[in-house]
């Protein structure tokens, strides 16, 4: 069974940074990309970003390309998402996620299965 714990949301006003962890349990964490994605109040959850097993390459939803980086840590089971330059329309629960397999592809959004419990992320303006 795979458990993910996200932390480090929280309040920020515009402009401003937060670097949001998840740590995995269950499975070999380095066997397998990872994903974060976001749901605001009253909409979908969306794609935000994702990362090859070996961190060597990653994705990243239009919206947040050049403001927000994804990164692992494979010896500490721990994936990060850094995120600058933030803006109101950021705000929401974040969450973690990891894909069915080994060998999925980190960037079909419909490959990851499983979820944390999400943090909030608030950006006031």
């Known amino acids: 069974q795979v458990h993910l714990v996200e932390s480090g949301g929280g309040l920020v006003q515009a402009g401003g940074s937060l670097r949001l962890s998840c740590a995995a349990a269950?499975?070999?964490?380095?066997?397998?990309?990872m994903a974060w994605f976001r749901q605001a109040p009253g909409k979908e959850r969306e794609f935000v970003a994702s990362?090859?097993?070996?961190?060597?390459?990653?994705n990243y939803a239009e919206s947040v390309k050049g403001r927000f980086i994804i990164s692992r840590d494979n010896d500490r089971d721990t994936v990060y998402l850094q995120m600058n330059g933030l803006k109101p329309e950021d705000t929401a629960v974040y969450y973690c996620?990891?894909?069915?397999?080994?060998?999925?592809?980190?960037?079909?959004?419909?490959?990851?299965?499983?979820w944390g419990q999400g943090t909030q992320v608030t950006v006031s303006s």
């Open positions: 996620a990891a894909p069915r397999g080994s060998n999925s592809d980190y960037r079909r959004r419909d490959e990851y299965i499983y």
């Open positions: 990362i090859i097993r070996s961190g060597g390459r990653t």
């Open positions: 269950g499975r070999t964490f380095s066997n397998y990309a």
